[in-house]
């Protein structure tokens, strides 16, 4: 009760914790190999090593027993074959595949994991792997003193994690989210490691609350759980681009979003009847000011029922939803998993009687307090209950909606533990589970759910999924956002870190909400923060009720002016954002990323949290302070180009900047392109004409690839997309251009104009060996690419 208050300290409150037994796994007594296992008895227990792919390897160990582990829902990765090569010999067992060389000491076990070149890439020294006092199991890795530590999903505080101790225990946090406040909303026990300029990446798949210890020791880290068996896996990278193509092999990739998802999104707290939804979205109409999607906090539902509407508030929401979309504009309902406790509500009823909810093992629902009152909690572990509830969203697409957006899954429970009971049972589809084991699964699970069901409904269309809670594996159905923000600098400060760590842990669809959640924001915060967020992969306002309103007009027509710039400039940068989505769908790249994702060879780059990456070639670096107009900047190898004044910068080095209000410092790498839209209020609005902007090196050699398709549909994987790659090649009074084209959707715009910037000589174009006309103008030179 008074734990916000000096009394937590007194010393009669202190909490002393004595550090927990050790208990090695002690030594190997058997082995064997058994296809592309080896199989390893110890003293205490047993450790299975199994390589699923020539660069990544499984280790799962029980210190107490038998070891028996069924993967997480995060894994969706088969084994691919691999000969496997096998050596015993009296002290040590080796075994290899062309990427991972597994050196094994049998007294005690000990398993040192390297490259094919023979690099150390994760050790054990005098610990490894055994369980604590309590029952804890725990895995002991040597640390180095050049390691970087960047992932584990959701967390407050810089991007390097070393010298962090993290827990893995979905929480419900509406208190400010300062650099201490841990855990928060997302469990993703996956790391990557830099070290020297090469990275690995390490994902302990455990479900139970976990922790990673790299603060209490100088020369080792460690990952443990509070019960269950140790289970982890090693990728060996070697670059950060590849650690996370390995981790997203293994967890699943995000789909390609529905082109409105990535647009502008307003919320709040809630917009509380049909009649402020509507002229909300005229108001944005009226003043041009581009909007993609509307949101419906709790109160647009009867008594916080979820599946239905307040028909006093709403009483013809199929209406206003088509009425919106004819102007542009979804709507996005938010949907919790309590169901309220009510015997004259069906979905109450019907879960009821289909034993569809969490339970005692003892055999009562359990039930929780939540926003609707007395609730229960459906349980996504089986998989009924998953089509059950994936079913019900009929009710939403019926009116014409293709969006959900999930909260309160944890789950969030109105009571000291913020969630269930631990003790409560999940069906686990016939193997019985405690919610102590299964918690960090529940986001995940109904993420799961809403999405299917989604896209069986929506009939070919793309779903659009918000989630605050989830697991590794989440990107594969939601996209996240970082919860109950407040409107501080400090927190539009760590929006940048916890995006991109985000990023690096596979979840590239994430974002803040814009302006901060809760408190009272002012126009020259969310003017700033809008800057940030027309570059982040989602980009939402999202504000709480009792705080003053925070829609782009709210303080002025000063700071709408400049929001309402940027808010374009997103549309505007829509084409090469949607191109950065393709990508993460296709190999698991970030779309926000640390300057260290390209440059990893960089020390100067490794502990860079207030700049970011759009793509590979493209950095941002916002003013994050109030009444600053000035930042220092720091720019890696390569000659780089302000985006808006087109002063070159050299790399290498720091510069300082001058950034007005109004401007949110962009630069440009020289020799790479960026691709460019037209202005528009929605992505309802298809461009006519795209801009391919190069960036001019002399006797410089680039690509870019431009990729397009419907935006609504799933036709992409039947082939129903456009995919034009472009090789730009600079000599001598000469620009080459070669382009490659695949995919059979004719897109919408008709022609490309290639802008030139930075040329200061003649020079002639050539399109696959033809020559282009240039047009010359007072500050650019042209070509027309594509008819």
């Keep these: 009760m008074l734990e916000d208050s000096s009394f937590a300290i007194q010393p009669s409150q202190s909490k002393i914790f004595a550090k927990s037994t050790f208990f090695d796994i002690g030594n190997v007594v058997s082995s064997q190999k058994s296809g592309p296992e080896v199989i390893l008895q110890t003293e205490t227990g047993k450790v299975i090593i199994k390589f699923i792919r020539e660069d990544i390897v499984q280790i799962t160990a029980n210190p107490l027993g038998d070891s028996c582990f069924v993967s997480s829902p995060a894994v969706v990765a088969e084994s691919q074959p691999i000969d496997i090569k096998y050596r015993e010999e009296t002290d040590s067992i080796y075994c290899h595949s062309l990427k991972l060389i597994l050196a094994i000491t049998k007294c005690p076990l000990r398993i040192t994991i390297l490259d094919a070149k023979g690099n150390v890439i994760v050790s054990e020294g005098q610990r490894g792997m055994g369980y604590g006092s309590s029952k804890e199991v725990i895995c002991f890795k040597e640390m180095s003193e050049t390691d970087y530590f960047y992932g584990f999903g959701e967390k407050t505080g810089y991007l390097n994690k070393r010298g962090e101790k993290l827990t893995m225990w979905n929480t419900d946090v509406y208190a400010p989210h300062n650099p201490e406040t841990d855990p928060l909303y997302q469990s993703i026990p996956f790391f990557i490691t830099l070290r020297d300029g090469k990275a690995h990446g390490v994902f302990f798949d455990h479900t139970f609350r976990s922790t ?15 019960g269950g068996l140790l289970n982890y896996y090693v990728m060996v990278g070697p670059s950060p681009r590849d650690v996370l193509e390995q981790y997203t092999f293994l967890t699943g990739r995000m789909p390609i979003p529905p082109k409105w998802a990535i647009g502008y999104h307003q919320s709040r707290y809630s917009y509380e009847t049909e009649e402020e939804v509507l002229t909300l979205a005229k108001t944005f109409i009226k003043k041009e000011i581009p909007l993609d999607a509307i949101y419906l906090d709790i109160h647009y539902m009867d008594g916080y029922r979820v599946f239905t509407f307040d028909k006093n508030k709403f009483p013809n ?29 069906p979905i109450y009823k019907e879960g009821i009687q289909q034993d569809y909810f969490c339970k005692y093992i003892e055999g009562p629902v359990y039930i929780g307090d939540v926003w609707a009152g007395r609730s229960v909690f459906p349980d996504f572990t089986k998989k009924s209950v998953k089509e059950w509830w994936g ?65 069986k409904e929506l009939n070919g269309l793309r779903p659009f999924v918000l989630t605050r809670a989830g697991y590794s594996g989440i990107q594969r159905y939601a996209a996240v956002w970082t919860g109950d923000n407040r409107s501080f600098w400090e927190h539009l400060q760590m929006t940048l870190p916890m995006i991109m760590n985000l990023g690096l842990s596979g979840v590239a669809f994430s974002g803040a909400d814009v302006g901060g959640f809760a408190h009272n924001s002012n126009g020259e915060l969310l003017t700033r923060w809008t800057q940030v967020g027309a570059f982040t992969p989602y980009f939402r306002n999202h504000s709480v009720l009792e705080s003053v309103r925070q829609e782009p007009w709210s303080f002025g027509e000063k700071y709408e002016e400049i929001m309402k710039r940027y808010i374009e400039l997103r549309y505007e940068w829509l084409p090469q954002l949607y191109t950065l989505f ?17 440059y990893p060879s960089d020390e100067q780059t490794y502990q860079i949290s207030d700049q970011f ?37 050299d790399g290498k080095q720091y510069h300082l900047v001058k950034a007005e209000l109004n401007t949110l410092p962009i630069f440009v790498k020289k020799g790479s392109m960026i691709l460019h839209g037209q202005k528009k209020l929605s992505t309802n609005i298809k461009d006519k004409k795209l801009f391919l902007h190069f960036y001019y090196e002399p006797n410089s050699t680039s690509s870019f690839t431009l990729y397009d398709d419907d935006g609504m549909t799933f036709s992409y994987l039947d082939g129903v997309y456009f995919k034009q790659t472009f090789e730009v090649k600079t000599t001598l009074g000469k620009i080459e251009i070669y382009t490659k084209t695949e995919g059979s959707y004719q897109p919408e715009w008709s022609e490309i104009e290639f802008v030139i ?31």
Excluded: C
């Excluded at 793509?615 to 000659?639: C, Q």
């Design 212 to 226: 990673f210890d790299l603060q209490s020791e100088e020369k080792y880290y460690s990952f443990s759980a509070d």
């Design 317 to 345: 929401p199929e209406k206003m939803v088509t009425e919106l979309k004819k102007l542009g504009i979804r709507i996005v309902p938010i949907v919790d998993p309590g169901v309220k406790q009510d015997v004259e509500y």
């Design 391 to 455: 079913t019900k969203h009929k009710y939403y697409t019926d009116l014409g909606i293709e969006g959900i957006w999930n909260d309160m899954n944890e789950p969030a429970v109105f009571n000291e533990s913020k969630t269930m009971d631990l003790s409560v049972m999940h069906h686990n589809n016939g193997n019985p589970k405690s919610h102590r084991e299964l918690h960090n699964l529940y986001g995940l699970l109904m993420s799961e759910a809403t999405y299917e069901g989604l896209k």
């Design 582 to 598: 393709v990508e993460s769908n296709r190999t698991g790249a970030p779309i926000m990323r640390p300057l260290f994702f390209e």
């Design 613 to 649: 990456m759009f793509g590979d070639n493209v950095i941002i670096a916002p003013i994050m302070e109030p009444g600053k107009t000035h930042r220092t900047v720091f720019l890696p190898e390569g000659r780089w180009v302000d985006y808006w004044t087109e002063e070159d910068y």
């Design 757 to 787: 910037h930075g040329s200061q000589k003649d020079f002639d174009l050539y399109l696959n060996g033809s020559q282009l006309d240039i047009i010359k103008e007072q500050d650019r030179v042209t070509a027309l690419m594509y008819h």
